[in-house]
């Protein structure tokens, strides 16, 4: 119930979405370099929630560049529940990943995620069906994705639609103990 979808889309152009710690591992400057590739052909921006070593770096590479100006470092985030519905897609390029929580609090949200097939995410989405998958570092496939999403008005509300659906139907019990403020670890 904490993670739901907009009620309204939000105004403006289309929103890329990043949450993370900003470590190596989770690769931030992809997340930078996909929207430049990106906003070649769609006038979109990207939120960076999170912070950590890296941020330096992608802030130094947005400024190369030149999508500084449609980059937004937010920070750390207590409410991600009120941020992430705000986005169109979610980027998760890791390197690694256990699980990819913040790719199910996106789809509960039904924002459509572009990740990594590392660790647990491919069993969290099924390729083509709720999200993309693709190799790490392979930003132009990733970039690929995004512009698929955003421009095909058809394909994003089934995906959409379609990651709801599989966070409620497969993961529910992830989301509720998530909601209920109980950690993961009491219910293995």
């Known amino acids: ?105 996106a789809m509960a949200c039904g924002v459509i995620p572009v990740a990594t097939r590392v660790g647990g995410v491919p069993e969290l989405i099924t390729h083509g069906q709720d999200g993309y998958l693709e190799e790490v570092g392979d930003v132009a496939s990733q970039a690929k994705r995004v512009l698929e999403i955003l421009t095909d008005g058809a394909l994003r509300n089934r995906l959409r639609w379609a990651a709801r659906e599989t966070a409620e139907t497969r993961f529910w019990w992830i989301t509720r103990t998530i909601t209920e403020g109980s950690t993961m670890t009491t219910m293995f």
């Open 1 to 105: 119930d904490l993670y739901r979808m907009a009620k309204e889309p939000h105004e403006g152009r289309p929103r890329l979405l990043h949450i993370s710690n900003f470590r190596e591992v989770k690769r931030v400057t992809d997340c930078v370099q996909i929207l430049q590739r990106v906003r070649k052909h769609v006038d979109c921006e990207l939120w960076m929630a999170g912070d950590g070593p890296d941020q330096s770096a992608a802030e130094r590479l947005a400024f190369e560049l030149g999508v500084h100006d449609h980059v937004k470092f937010l920070g750390k985030q207590n409410h991600v529940e009120k941020l992430i519905p705000q986005a169109d897609v979610l980027l998760l390029p890791s390197r690694m990943e256990s699980f990819g929580l913040a790719a199910l609090e």
